[in-house]
């Protein structure tokens, strides 16, 4: 078994994978690189083989998404190579830094119940600025709304050192997600059904309830492009991001005498921000909220099932922001997480 893998999920990225896969290789401190390609239709695969000899190529049968393929994928590698004691899930649009791997393996192995962690992750595009995806570590609010140390809705902070620490948060991103396998592989893994976006986060959440711990690193840096398989304008972003966040905070919620008013609160919320879209004349993101709505409406049966799983292993409650970020930042002006959490 290796000691740590690196593991690239790749769909029709090949211009990414040529631009940043070098200095993957260059730093990755002799682990393997392995890219698990989700039946691209660009030529990945055999622009790997021949300008990559040295990275493992996993060709998966279909596109399931970020959910599906890292599953898929870390099971190949776990049953064809004999795993890894940690793995890397590395999007195929991070430019990666020299020494970005030692200070996270090092928490890891001082901490047997740390089951996630995540570098500090900037903008490629504006480096000085941290990136949305994760910044230096997520949290949650009491209505499933999510924001980083780093980044609060639209406004991003400038790394100024102020999150160097190396410090438990409630969600490390997906972008760049360092995971125990032991763990990842007790869990089962992503939960499928999100396809992309939030699967990381609601992982976290259940790791969590399990007693095992997340944190952000501080002493390691990555650069994220952002956007590089779907663009944060395209709706079916919009779509999965407002579905997967009802899916999550339904399945993972503790309390029934709270969820079915948290429910109906944020499904109002989600229509004023459809109101937001309309303003901009952004019809494909008002109806792709609509879709999200519904699919959350039939997808409640599972969701309850999944529910109800949870709540007969006894888990531990997972402390979440209090309050309404949505309140703090759009009422009371509080735009970074210093101001929230002051």
């Not at 690189?33 to 060709?59: K, M």
């Not at 490629?124 to 910044?135: T, V």
């Not at 976290?204 to 590089?228: D, E, I, K, N, P």
Request: with cysteine.
């Amino acid at each position: 078994m290796d000691s740590l893998a690196i593991v690239i999920l790749n769909y029709n990225g090949q211009p990414f994978l040529a631009k940043f896969l070098p200095n993957v290789l260059a730093h990755a401190d002799g682990h393997p690189v392995y890219v698990a390609d989700s039946a691209s239709t660009d030529g990945s695969v055999s622009f790997l083989r021949t300008a990559f000899p040295t990275v493992r190529v996993i060709e998966l049968p279909k596109n399931e998404g970020y959910a599906g393929g890292y599953n898929r994928a870390l099971d190949q590698i776990r049953s064809g190579y004999g795993g890894a004691t940690y793995y890397v899930l590395l999007n195929s649009d991070i430019d990666v830094t020299p020494n970005w791997l030692s200070p996270v393996v090092s928490l890891f192995d001082a901490n047997p119940k740390l089951a996630a962690c995540q570098p500090k992750i900037r903008s490629y595009s504006q480096p000085d600025l941290f990136e949305h995806a994760g910044a230096a570590g997520g949290f949650i609010d009491w209505l499933g709304y999510v924001f980083c140390r780093g980044r609060v809705f639209a406004t991003f902070e400038a790394d100024r050192g102020q999150y160097d620490d190396n410090s438990p948060v409630f969600w490390a991103t997906g972008a760049c997600l360092f995971v125990r396998s032991s763990v990842f592989h007790q869990t089962g893994g992503f939960d499928a059904a999100f396809f992309a976006h939030m699967e990381e986060i609601d992982w976290c959440w259940r790791v969590q309830r399990l007693g095992y711990a997340v944190w952000t690193c501080g002493q390691s840096t990555v650069y994220h492009v952002g956007g590089g398989t779907l663009h944060k304008s395209n709706p079916h972003k919009t779509f999965l991001n407002y579905r997967n966040s009802l899916f999550m905070l339904y399945k993972n919620w503790p309390s029934d005498g709270w969820l079915w008013p948290k429910i109906l609160l944020r499904l109002i919320l989600d229509g004023v921000s459809s109101l937001l879209f309309m303003k901009e004349g952004q019809w494909p993101d008002v109806w792709a909220i609509l879709r999200a709505h519904f699919a959350f409406y039939g997808k409640l049966p599972t969701l309850h099932r999944q529910r109800n799983e949870l709540k007969r292993q006894q888990l531990k409650e997972v402390q979440v922001y209090p309050t309404s970020i949505v309140w703090q930042y759009f009422a009371k002006g509080r735009k970074t997480f210093q101001e929230i959490y002051e």
